[in-house]
């Protein structure tokens, strides 16, 4: 059985994917400047952010090269892309909250994780 999909649903995933790129690629910006503030030395919560964060920019700009590929990946390839990056961004911003001023850090981490997920209602 072939499925096809309207030309409306094939515009909402493509722009879902979009949204989620932009999403990862303005979360890696953040958690990186955020994770390029705090000091390695600093207290162990300091330095568990400042990992958190350094962790979050990769698997965002990851998740980035992802979603720009075209061809030859598997949706389950994807599916799993998005969890990974939905999960990491949410550990982030939770270890962002214990810092002061990275309050929009976080919320771009949380902005990531929903962009995340609702493009990973699209591939259900």
């Known amino acids: ?5 309207s030309q409306q649903e094939l515009f909402r995933f493509l722009e879902d994917r979009f949204a989620c790129a932009q999403a990862c690629a303005e979360c890696a910006r953040a958690a990186a400047l955020r994770a390029s503030l705090l000091d390695p030395d600093g207290p162990k919560r300091q330095e568990s952010a400042r990992r958190s964060g350094i962790l979050c920019a990769e698997v965002c700009e990851a998740t ?3 979603l720009s590929r075209q061809q030859g990946q598997s ?3 994807v599916r799993v892309q998005l969890e990974w990056c939905r999960d990491v961004c949410l550990e982030c911003a939770e270890a962002f909250d214990g810092c002061p001023g990275a309050e929009a ?3 771009k981490c ?3 994780a929903r962009a995340c997920a ?3 209602a699209t591939l259900l």
């Open 118 to 120: 609702d493009f990973l």
């Open 75 to 77: 949706e389950r390839d």
């Open 105 to 107: 850090a976080a919320r």
């Open 1 to 5: 059985m072939t499925t096809t999909i």
């Open 110 to 112: 949380r902005e990531c």
């Open 64 to 66: 980035c090269h992802v």
